[in-house]
T-cell receptor, first 116, second 116 residues
């Protein structure tokens, strides 16, 4: 299968600061990337769908001004958590797909965000 | 709307014993169903998927799952557990009928413990 990486794998920041998380498809071009959020002992919740070169589509209840998503290239999508607060602490997971090549999405290892 | 329920947050079996992880779904359209496995510090890996071709689906690592429409279930089984099967398992349903390359709705996960 294809490989998706995330950076950083974990990050600790102070309340009020912004944090950027990168998601990269290493060996294929990802026309679409998804961002999920996972709370402890709970399921992954889809936050947004990001298509290369266009604005992300956010799920209901997800603040687009707080979770900025940029998909500027076919191998990179970024999620920026703006003015982070302790309640934003979570595990963020991205996945990537290219329907022309694979009929599935491939997941990154996730990023653990802790906001103090 | 679609949803997935995984019964049992933790399942413990002896090495060599049958593994049974339960998943029930709710969907207003014919569902596409998936099982993913997540090892520590790794991304989710697709075990198998049901896309209406056959009700009994065989996946990697000796796992299989049977789609039962009458029971709205998609339980995951493996005849003989191996120590390397210890991981977190997620059942998921595609939001659309287009397949696994779309945004997914996940269950809360089942932690599989293998006793020596």
């Amino acid at each position: 299968g294809a490989v998706v990486s995330q950076h950083p794998s974990w990050v600790i920041c102070k309340s009020g600061t912004s944090v950027k998380i990168e998601c990269r498809s290493l060996d294929f071009q990802a026309t679409t990337m998804f961002w999920y959020r996972q709370f402890p002992k709970q399921s992954l919740m889809l936050m947004a769908t990001s298509n290369e070169g266009s604005k992300a589509t956010y799920e209901q209840g997800v603040e687009k001004d707080k979770f900025l998503i940029n998909h500027a290239s076919l191998t990179l999508s970024t999620l920026t958590v703006t003015s982070a607060h302790p309640e934003d602490s979570s595990f963020y997971i991205c996945s990537a797909r290219n329907l022309a090549v694979y009929n599935e999405q491939f997941f990154g290892p996730g990023t653990r965000l802790t906001v103090l | 709307a679609q949803s997935v329920t995984q019964l049992g947050s933790h399942v413990s079996v002896s090495e060599g014993a049958l593994v049974l992880l339960r998943c029930n779904y709710s969907s207003s359209v014919p569902p596409y169903l998936f099982w993913y496995v997540q090892y520590p510090n790794q991304g989710l890996q697709l075990l198998l998927k049901y896309t209406s071709a056959a009700t009994l689906v065989k996946g990697i690592n000796g796992f299989e799952a049977e789609f039962k429409k009458s029971e709205t279930s998609f339980h995951l089984t493996k005849p003989s557990a191996h120590m390397s099967d210890a991981a977190e398992y997620f059942c998921a349903v595609s939001r659309y009928s287009g397949g696994g390359a779309d945004g997914l709705t996940f269950g809360k996960g089942t932690h599989l413990i293998i006793q020596p």
